[in-house]
């Protein structure tokens, strides 16, 4: 299977001719063309750096049946009634265009106490990649390659790092890094690939750059 990394937090799995798109938001400018070409598209939650709503909308336009798995507050916002369109919640698992996935968690991570939280859901695919949206979240169970956020209004690179041991994956891959600087996103890998720190190795991936995982 193979991971290509977009803007932030969009990235694509592909295998066997296939193609699983997670979290296309409005950051990702190739967004229209990976929605043409993703067999099924998974969306933590409604922030529109993971949810570009508009093209998602435009996307379905044209490819009615698209299968798209989200939480509540994402599907309530697309068409309704539609078979191919799935709320998901912790618990949740499925199988769609030859990828297995399972759902974790129930909350985006505390930005400051006086703004709501908003649902945010994980997703293990094949039991190996775990995507988990807007939080340090873990799954409790084992991971292969952990797509580890790394800036953002909520982020803490002190906090991603006891992520990083917590989840303690083969390897990780930095995401959700868009508001970093190009130094500071090498800072950020040196940092959470250190082998006293982590002990696991990282990937930072420029713009649809593509690891084997």
């Known amino acids: 299977m193979e991971l290509t990394k977009y803007a932030h937090a969009t990235v694509t799995l592909t295998k066997d001719g296939h193609e699983l798109l997670i979290d296309p938001g409005t950051f990702t400018t190739n967004t229209e063309e990976l929605l ?20 998602i909308l435009a996307a379905l336009e044209t490819r009615p049946d698209l299968p798209i ?28 265009a030859g990828f297995g996935f399972e759902v974790f968690g129930e909350d985006h991570a505390l930005i400051h106490q ?31 390659t952990l797509l580890v956020p790394t800036s953002g209004p909520w982020g803490k690179l002190g ?13 990780s891959v930095q995401i959700h890094d868009l508001l970093l600087s190009e130094p500071g996103r090498q800072m950020s890998g040196r940092m959470l690939g250190d082998e006293n720190l982590t002990g696991t190795p990282i990937s930072t991936l420029a713009d649809g750059e593509t690891l084997e995982v």
Do not use: W
């Not at 509540?72 to 697309?78: D, I, K, P």
């Not at 039991?127 to 084992?142: R, S, T």
């Open 36 to 55: 043409a070409g993703a067999d099924a598209v998974l969306i933590t939650h409604e922030h529109g750096d993971h949810f570009d709503r508009d093209k």
């Open 159 to 171: 906090e991603a790092i006891d992520y990083v041991r917590a989840v303690a994956p083969r390897q």
């Open 69 to 96: 798995y989200a939480p509540a507050s994402v599907t309530a916002q697309l068409p309704a009634d539609r078979a191919n369109i799935h709320t998901v919640s912790a618990g949740f698992s499925d199988t769609v």
């Open 114 to 144: 006086t703004i709501p939280l908003v649902a945010n859901v994980g997703y293990l695919v094949d039991g190996k990649v775990f995507h988990p949206g807007d939080a340090y979240l873990e799954p409790g169970v084992p991971v292969d």
